[in-house]
């Protein structure tokens, strides 16, 4: 149950009896309504922004309507305390019994706490990772990868239909450069000298595996042929044996990805033409020259005529070719034609999780989406920021076997996949982010996966110390009315905010939040739990006082819950303990 979803609808079942009662005229638009925490948990448990919502429509100052709607607000089932802050705002408090009487919601609920169905079932597409299949995954492909998987685990939670994709850009120069690669480890692998790795080709140790399979399937077959002969033969082989590698990353790492779709067979099968004959349907292709891009001097530009699409009528900044001068078409086009097909298999909302350099590319894609689907599918792009890995604050050397950068499956070997997921969602996708193989593993506050798996296992400490049948069937009837102390009622808060966290991190595409939150609960719980330390009638367990002690096992079951609920959504496995 998500109490602030709850305390709205009462909230606006009071506006509608003050326009019954002429309080408030008929057809007031309360959409904009809110009921959330205030900033300052000194304010009061809940607030809300009506009276200045409504002000504006009735002609009145909201400090003037606040107490109208403040006076109703009163009667309000565990409503102790309302006031009336700043411009306007109605903080609300709301007794103990009011929080204490969450406790039993959640702990019914188990790990579905939390459960939405604010999404009603609306088709989400999250398509992330869609590495070049020209190497293995690096540790920046781990954090758009954590970043798309746990969005599309908040989005099931939160009620949305999901699906996991992953775009295979086999298409295009890098995957010919891929094939020239594997030729030359295939020479290799049949005894020949082939020296330096030639500049423009990939030089990782992972292409002899390539090369060695490819020549004992093939033997000397490719040797006396033509590059364009051999080509499309190595070429396929590399990415058949390179996207078995990813596949095979992607579950060590938690990820499964519900469809895998290849750029080249989108191409192949006409998908590209019939995306530009409907643009053209509808008048978005014309030839045209395009201006000379920003920095460059007359003397550096060629005009020439193209095949532009009208972006800017979209709200791009130019329009944008999509064919080169080849005739063939251009990644754009292909994109275009891809985001149609996933807009094809029904998804209405397009979420794509995009490396750190391809920010400049989102204004023109979003113009596409919306020009090839007619206003009927959004597009949100998710950038993920650069790793920075270090190992006791110095930067960690390259993987030998990638030949240019730390391969993922080398950061899950060392730290463990649950570190990594977990770490990679501890600042905003759009920033950059510090993975020091050190501090990562360290066991103290400022690790957060140590600090929220830790609080996970203190629970679990304390429930199997007092039996763990005896605790389930002593919480399940506990006293709640005893946990009146501040810290207890405030950690009730914090549990009873994870169903109201779900849904807004779920509308705004954020699944960072979850972490963020995860680790204030965490250290509301420690500190609740240091307090008893020093203080023993603040202890889980007091052996004098059976039912005090029946209430503390409800809270620390209910922490327990919300937390392993929150490391789902994550992907990583609770702790039941933690040893040095």
């Not at 996991?164 to 692998?189: H, K």
């Not at 679990?460 to 006293?479: K, N, T």
């Amino acid at each position: 149950m998500n109490v602030f979803k709850t305390i709205r609808q009462q909230l606006l079942s009071v506006l509608g009896d003050m326009v019954s009662a002429g309080e408030l005229p008929a057809g007031v638009d309360t959409s904009r309504v809110t009921v959330e925490p205030p900033r300052e948990a000194s304010h009061g448990d809940v607030s809300t922004n009506a009276a200045m919502v409504l002000a504006g429509q009735v002609k009145a100052n909201p400090r003037q309507l606040a107490p109208k709607v403040a006076e109703r607000l009163k009667a309000l089932p565990g409503v102790i305390g309302v006031e009336i802050a700043g411009p306007g705002f109605i903080n609300l408090r709301f007794s103990a019994t009011f929080w204490q009487a969450q406790l039993p919601v959640i702990l019914r609920a188990g790990l579905a706490y939390g459960d939405s169905n604010s999404g009603a079932g609306q088709p989400v597409n999250v398509e992330y990772v869609s590495a070049n299949p020209t190497g293995p995954l690096h540790a920046a492909h781990a954090r758009g990868a954590v970043v798309g998987d746990a969005l599309a685990n908040l989005l099931t939670k939160a009620g949305f239909s999901v699906t996991r994709e992953y775009y295979i850009n086999d298409a295009g120069a890098q995957v010919d450069v891929l094939g020239r690669s594997a030729y030359l480890r295939y020479r290799e692998a049949l005894g020949e000298q082939i020296g330096d790795i030639p500049a423009g080709l990939y030089p990782g140790d992972y292409l002899k595996d390539v090369g060695e399979k490819l020549a004992a399937r093939d033997g000397r077959r490719w040797l006396e042929t033509p590059e364009s002969t051999w080509l499309p033969a190595t070429r396929d082989i590399a990415i058949d044996l390179i996207m078995a590698g990813i596949r095979e990353d992607l579950l060590a790492l938690g990820v499964n990805i519900d469809v895998f779709t290849s750029e080249r067979a989108l191409v192949a099968a006409g998908a590209v033409q019939a995306a530009f004959d409907t643009l053209v349907t509808r008048g978005l292709i014309y030839e045209g020259v395009l201006e000379p891009p920003k920095g460059k001097t007359p003397d550096d530009w060629e005009p020439r005529p193209q095949t532009l699409f009208r972006a800017t009528n979209f709200g791009d900044d130019v329009d944008r070719p999509l064919r080169k001068s080849d005739g063939s078409w251009t990644y754009f086009a292909n994109d275009i034609a891809y985001h149609l097909d996933k807009y094809q298999r029904g998804a209405r909302v397009l979420i794509d999780v995009w490396g750190a350099d391809h920010g400049g590319y989102i204004k023109r894609m979003q113009a596409a989406t919306n020009a090839i689907t007619e206003g009927g599918a959004a597009l949100d792009v998710k950038i993920c920021q650069l790793v920075h890995l270090m190992d006791q604050g110095k930067p960690v050397k390259m993987s030998k076997r990638a030949g240019t950068f730390v391969t993922l499956r080398d950061v899950i070997e060392q730290v463990g996949r649950d570190v990594v997921r977990f770490i990679m969602l501890t600042r905003r996708n759009d920033q950059t982010l510090e993975f020091d193989f050190a501090k990562v593993t360290e066991q103290s506050k400022d690790n957060p996966v140590f600090y929220v798996q830790y609080c996970h296992a203190r629970c679990r400490s304390v429930l199997r110390h007092a039996g763990e049948p005896a605790a389930e069937a002593l919480a399940a009837g506990a006293p709640l009315d005893r946990l009146s102390s501040p810290e207890e009622l405030e950690l009730i808060r914090l549990l009873a905010a994870w169903p109201r966290l779900v849904e807004a991190a779920a509308e705004a595409h954020e699944a960072h939040r979850v972490a963020f939150f995860l680790y204030d609960l965490a250290a509301g719980f420690h500190g609740l739990w240091n307090k008893g330390k020093d203080d023993t009638t603040l202890r889980f367990l007091v052996e004098d006082d059976a039912g005090l002690t029946q209430a503390r096992l409800a809270l620390v079951k209910a922490v327990a819950v919300v937390i392993a609920s929150g490391l789902k959504v994550i992907g990583v496995e609770p702790a039941e303990e933690l040893r040095s």
